[in-house]
């Protein structure tokens, strides 16, 4: 929903019809691009509706321009997909779902949830994981404070601080040490910031598998 997501989820597309056809090849995408401080506002202001209507109007226009998927380039809007689904005849790609099975091919069991307070708050990403047998743990009041922050103020916006940056990995090593065995890098921001090479157990990031799906689709 970020710029910053946008130019991610457009790169790795981009990258992913490159290497399966050939370096001359890109992605044919169409993308609806939302003033992220008008979603922002509405997400603060708890008007879910009108984010629905806003989200379902989008899904309709992609479909109309000849889409053949659709996916919601950032976790938490995805509180919105069903409001999506249920104006087009063509798929919308959940990205728990296909967080859900690369996180199944590990056999991971305990995983910990980052993203934004919304993500880790509500449900729809956990329940995913729940169905599929997995247990999510996601960090304590003051930690969820300091992701969603930092997702808000400055990784939206493209700002990449270093300080942030031994923050999250704070946080991460006291989920690993309440027993995750893996990370879900659940906002699509989060990956400009934190890698694998960064973390000790397997770390899915989600803008990545999501994007992969798409293509694989």
């Known amino acids: 929903m970020t710029p910053e997501a946008t130019i991610l989820y457009y790169r790795i597309l981009n990258q992913l019809n490159a290497d ?23 997400q603060k202001e708890n008007r879910w509706d009108l984010l629905d209507e806003m989200m379902a109007d989008a899904g309709k226009s992609l479909e109309n321009a000849g889409a053949s998927c659709i996916l919601i380039c950032a976790n938490t809007m995805h509180l919105c997909i069903d ?66 922050d930092i997702i808000y103020d400055e990784l939206a916006v493209g700002i990449l601080n270093p300080t942030s940056k031994e923050k999250y990995l704070k946080i991460i090593h006291k989920l690993i040490k309440n027993g995750a065995e893996g990370i ?21 990031d989600t803008t990545k598998i999501h994007s992969i799906a798409a293509f694989n689709f």
Do not use: W
């Not at 370096?23 to 401080?37: L, R, T, Y």
């Not at 659940?186 to 397997?202: F, H, M, R």
């Open 83 to 148: 409001a999506v689904r249920d104006v087009v005849k063509i798929p919308v790609i959940h990205i728990a779902d296909a967080t859900s099975k690369e996180i199944s091919k590990k056999k991971l069991k305990k995983v910990a949830l980052l993203g934004t307070k919304y993500t880790m708050e509500k449900t729809f990403f956990t329940d995913v994981l729940k169905s599929s047998g997995m247990e999510t743990i996601i960090p304590n009041l003051e930690d969820r404070e300091v992701i969603h």
């Open 20 to 42: 399966s056809l050939g370096k001359s090849h890109s992605a044919e995408v169409i993308i609806n691009s939302f003033d992220f401080g008008k979603i922002a506002k509405l």
């Open 184 to 204: 879900i890098l659940g906002c699509t921001e989060i990956p400009l910031l934190i890698t694998q090479a960064d973390v000790s157990v397997p770390v899915f």
